[in-house]
């Protein structure tokens, strides 16, 4: 049995120094029979095409080891064999270069800039030392083409021009792109260790968290928090698992101990970690249904092997000194997870007792897989309800509807992700849906119209007063819409539309959708529901805030700015106007013989002039002026950046149309008329009460010059001397 194990070892080596050595042998092979002149100049009539046969054939052989080399998966090598594999390489690529152009000219071939370009990739793309060697290797195939014994004509002539290139390609690419790169390199390698320790760091600092989320974490997406939580936990599971079979393997005196995991289809093993003294381990993933793996897994029992043959230990790539084995299968409850497998180089078989501890050490490590996970739902869960109790209270600050919206949109995030969002208000009267905020694909088109659609799915919500479609699915997405048939929301594959409550009333809809299916699971939807539920009744008090703002800055009868929030706005766009240095124009109006209204028409129909002329002076401002009730029947429009002559303009057209209206009554139809004046900031005055006096004394001078008439404060000026001496 012994002989038989040393036998196949060495045939293994053998097999394995062949492998190694071919490759040299191949290239010095190849020089030899450069030097001799043995290929063929195949643009010579008299070329033998036979020896070209087999130049093809051996530049065939070169290709396969070149492409055997570059295809091999990266293996741990210690820096000397990696050089002497580089050198391999850089050797074979030459070799198969020289042979082309010995057959199509040798050192005169016209496609020889191609040994150019060969050693400036060799000396670019290699570490300095073997860059140079190649290089020289380079010089030492020219050599052999222009002096060997079958060396053409004008080749040793060529000699010093070629090496001479050869030279200088080799200098400029050390000189420049070898330097280049290699400070990439090395600034990408700095980056990259910086990144890994502080990602390492970052993880294990995160774990020692216990109160609550770290400051710097609040800044972070959920998407980022959920891959920190996952370093952090494999990193501690890597820790773990190597100690507890480093320990197994000194405490029972293995050579191997290994973890193999299963994969999601149950067919393939990986190995996760790995404490052995052994040379030929196996790479990569391997097969569940080799070796001793298929009988563990099958019978789902440890299993205890005496000097095993290689074949049954698949992850061994050659023959090693095995006396016994032993292979415990890892369960998750009734589940199968993996293996932990373990063996001996001498020494007897395993006891009971020491499969026993092989048993209870497989145990363990899946308790180290579920109490970390358990940590990470904890951590998790404590990350969502973080986010969730600050969006909730953000929600509760919130008193503006920007404000509102805004916090509705954060603590959705909180709770999942998704790629557009819809709040919409609902009005009752018409049955309309009003999209009052709309983020994300499409978003920008919808905000702000109206739809009314009884058969879309906020329609549906509306109607129903439940969260609809039930599962987040959107599976019937090509014949449903949310708001109307004419949206532009397509793409989704998960939707969730939220109706919002508060006292079983409907005040509007919350949609959700993503573009990936299972968006909301039954968790996610739950804490959405909580999420609209806030939201609703959050809206619900930001409409009462906005009405008792409007209640206290508008009057009541005409919706206009009443007298306090006048004087307060006024005061702010003198000041605007002092610093940036433009005119403030002010109108002061007043309804001529308005108490003869009231008393010849009542006062419902004095009402509805005060409504029709407010109405009109609206309708004429601009956003940035001010339109107030000045007082009984007094307005006050106050115009921006607005000289004399436009204000005076303004006001004219303002009182033509008021002149042409038509009022209806108990007594018939009536007329009414303004009488309005004007003064402008700074031409009459500096101060906010010296603008209003002045446009109140023009105001006085138009009632006493006949009414329905407008006149600016210079004027009342000019005619101060006449009215004094009419009076």
């Not at 101990?257 to 990986?270: Q, V």
Request: hydrophobic share 45%; net charge positive; charged share 25%.
């Amino acid at each position: 049995m012994r002989m038989r194990k040393h036998c196949a070892r060495a045939a293994f080596e053998i097999r394995r120094g062949f492998r190694a050595l071919w490759g040299t042998a191949l290239v010095f092979g190849v020089v030899a029979l450069l030097w001799k002149g043995w290929f063929p100049d195949l643009r010579q009539p008299s070329a033998d095409y036979a020896r070209a046969l087999v130049a093809a054939l051996l530049a065939g052989a070169l290709a396969i080891k070149v492409a055997a080399r570059v295809s091999v998966g990266e293996r741990r090598r210690s820096p000397r064999r990696e050089m002497l594999s580089d050198l391999e390489l850089g050797l074979l690529l030459l070799s198969a270069t020289y042979v082309f152009l010995s057959v199509l000219g040798g050192s005169l071939s016209p496609i020889y800039p191609l040994v150019y370009a060969l050693v400036s990739f060799l000396v670019t793309f290699h570490p300095l030392k073997t860059g140079t060697l190649l290089a020289v290797a380079a010089l030492g195939f020219e050599a052999v083409l222009a002096f060997g014994p079958g060396a053409s004509p004008g080749a040793a002539a060529a000699f010093p021009g070629h090496a001479g290139f050869i030279a200088v390609f080799a200098v400029l690419n050390v000189s420049f792109l070898h330097a280049e790169v290699a400070r990439q390199r090395r600034e990408h390698r700095k980056r990259l260790e910086d990144e890994v320790l502080s990602m390492r760091e970052e993880a294990r600092d995160f774990r020692l968290i216990s109160p609550g989320l770290a400051a710097a974490s609040r800044l972070r997406t959920r998407a980022e928090e959920e891959e920190k939580l996952s370093q952090g936990s494999i990193e501690t599971i890597h820790q773990q698992l190597f100690h507890t079979i480093e320990l197994l393997r000194h405490s029972l005196g293995l050579k191997t101990c290994a973890l193999l995991w299963l994969d999601s289809s149950g067919e393939k093993l990986k190995l996760k970690e790995l404490a052995t003294s052994a040379q030929n381990l196996a790479e990569g993933v391997l097969s569940a249904r080799a070796g001793v793996f298929a009988a563990v897994l099958k019978e789902g029992r440890p299993c205890v092997l005496e000097s095993p043959k290689a074949a049954l230990l698949p992850y061994y790539q050659g023959p090693e000194e095995v006396s016994a084995f032993v292979g415990v299968p890892i369960f998750e409850g009734k589940t199968l997870r993996g293996l932990l497998v373990g063996d001996r180089a001498t020494g007897p078989a395993f006891t009971a007792a020491e499969v026993e501890l092989f048993s209870a050490a497989a145990a363990q490590i899946m308790r180290i897989v579920q109490s970390e996970r358990v940590f990470q739902a904890v951590e998790r869960s404590k990350h969502e309800h973080e986010r969730f109790y600050r969006a909730s209270t953000a929600l509760n600050r919130a008193l503006t509807l920007e404000e509102i919206y805004a916090a509705a949109i954060e603590g959705a995030r909180g709770v999942c992700d998704f790629d557009f969002v819809a709040i919409s208000e609902f009005d009752k009267r018409d049955g309309s849906h009003v999209i009052n905020l709309a983020v994300g694909e499409g978003g920008d088109a919808l905000a702000g119209t109206r739809h009314r659609d009884a058969t879309s799915v906020a329609s549906m919500v509306v109607k129903n007063k439940l969260a609809l479609p039930a599962s987040g699915e959107w599976r019937d997405r090509h014949d449903t819409h949310i708001f109307d048939a004419g949206e532009r929301i397509k793409g989704f594959e998960s939707l969730y539309v939220l109706p919002l409550l508060v006292k079983d009333e409907v005040l509007g809809t919350f949609a959700v959708a993503a573009r990936r299916p299972g968006a909301f699971a039954s968790d996610r939807r739950e804490m959405l529901g909580v999420v609209a539920n806030q939201v609703a009744i959050s809206l619900q008090n930001g409409r009462m805030v906005q009405s008792l703002e409007e209640q206290a800055t508008t009057d009541g009868l005409t919706g206009l700015v009443n007298h306090r929030t006048f004087q307060e706005r006024f005061s702010a766009m003198l000041g605007r106007a002092d610093r940036h240095k433009f005119r403030v124009a002010m109108l002061l109006t007043d309804i001529d013989h308005f108490k003869k209204v009231n008393d010849t028409y009542g006062h419902p129909t004095g009402d509805a002039v005060l409504k029709r002329v407010s109405t009109i002076l609206k309708a004429s401002a601009r956003k940035i002026d001010i339109v107030a009730r000045y007082g009984g029947e007094e307005f006050a429009l106050v115009l921006e950046g607005t000289d004399r002559a436009g204000a005076r303009q303004l006001a004219e057209r303002i009182r033509e149309e008021v002149s042409a209206q038509t009022f209806e009554s108990s007594k018939g139809p009536f007329k009414a008329t303004l009488s309005l004046g004007v003064s402008v900031y700074p031409d009459d005055g500096k101060a906010k009460q010296d603008i209003i006096a002045c446009a109140d004394k023009a105001l006085y001078a138009a009632k006493h010059a006949g009414r329905n008439r407008t006149i600016c404060h210079g004027e009342v000026v000019r005619e101060a001397p006449a009215l004094k001496a009419a009076g």
